[in-house]
């Protein structure tokens, strides 16, 4: 079923990247990590659909929230973060997904491990951590490029209203802050047993990125003595024009 | 068909909303073929050709494809022996 989502607030999160938020009005709620379907139909009837994670906690205000990163030769992402403007009429479905979710009623340790733009459905996971004033203690092992393709990056180094943020160890694979005390490269065996949560706390964990990193962080986890039960994950692949 | 290109059973979310009320995503399902078990969510899914294959995670069995070809969307589903969800599940996706 798609609905008509107005455009609200447009935000940069990078030189690349940009949030959009949406009003939806018959939005009937969401839960974090599920995502919507954009369509863009085009004058000659042409229609180009792409799924895009909510960064946005749950909330009763009936909006939306994507941040879409802009692939140089895509078909949908350059007009997304380069042409909409607010007041816009979208058509999105969802929202989608029952299974890469967080709920505020789940209590174990969170691991969340981030590849790139698959921070987005974390995101909306540490947001709803906060805004559900949650006590289940979260984690967030980012990787990234560099610190300039960092998103929300405010945020995710900022308490809000005195809760506290998760704690969050970046990862940077080609180029570090000037000072950064880590070293640079991709998230590895040493990085996963120095930072994520010990295995014997039974932690749920949520891994998104692209496809191969997918693979590569959940089969560290696995190696660091998680069940595999308890790992969920959301590839994008390395074209598919997501999130 | 790369295992790049692969992505997992939620992102067909959106194409299976076309024809299920209900998320299937988060269901119960079990190959056919090899008798695993898992949450659809968790299948391999494959979107690069002209509609969606989800195949098992275990033996790679094809699961489930759906398919548009002109006026027409077409729904295979013999490699799945059944799907099955929580009725707090149905209630929740229920629109």
Not at chain 1, 76 to 103: I, K
Not at chain 1, 145 to 173: H, I, N, Q, W
Request: contains cysteine; neutral net charge; glycine residues 8%.
């Amino acid at each position: 079923m798609w609905r008509v989502g107005t455009v609200v607030a447009l935000r940069d999160e990078t030189a690349t990247a940009r949030s959009i938020a949406f009003e939806v009005e018959d939005w009937p709620g969401h839960l974090a990590g599920q995502h919507v379907d954009v369509r863009l139909t085009s004058a000659d009837g042409y229609s180009a659909v792409r799924s895009y994670s909510i960064a946005a906690t749950p909330n009763s205000e009936r909006r939306v929230e994507i941040t879409v990163e802009r692939l140089p030769d895509g078909e949908v992402s350059p007009y997304l973060t380069r042409q909409v403007a607010v007041g816009d009429r979208l058509e999105l479905r969802g929202p989608l997904g029952g299974w890469f979710v967080w709920r505020p009623e789940q209590s174990e340790p969170i691991q969340l491990i981030a590849g790139g733009s698959g921070i987005v459905p974390l995101m909306a996971m540490l947001r709803s951590h906060r805004s559900a004033r949650s006590a289940a203690a979260f984690r967030l092992l980012y990787s990234v490029r560099e610190p300039g393709a960092v998103y929300y990056r405010g945020e995710l180094d900022a308490p809000v209203d005195a809760v506290p943020a998760a704690k969050v160890t970046y990862a940077f694979t080609r180029a570090a802050p000037k000072g950064w005390p880590g070293r640079i490269g991709r998230i590895d065996a040493t990085l996963v047993a120095s930072t994520t949560w010990p295995a014997k706390l039974a932690p749920t964990c949520y891994v998104c990125g692209p496809t191969s990193f997918v693979e590569s962080a959940a089969a560290l986890l696995v190696a660091a003595g998680n069940s595999p039960e308890r790992i969920r994950t959301e590839r994008f692949g390395p074209t598919g024009e997501r999130r | 068909m790369s295992e790049d290109d692969c992505l997992d059973g939620n992102a067909a979310a959106g194409p299976l909303s076309t024809v299920f009320a209900v998320d299937l995503t988060a269901a119960e399902c079990q190959c056919a073929h090899c008798g695993a078990i898992d949450r659809f969510a968790r299948t391999r899914l494959y979107m690069t050709g002209p509609g969606v294959v989800a195949r098992c995670a275990i033996c790679e069995s094809v699961l489930l494809r759906l398919v548009s070809a002109g006026q027409r969307l077409l729904l295979e589903a013999r490699g799945l022996a059944y799907l099955s969800l929580e009725s707090s599940q149905i209630q929740e996706s229920g629109q």
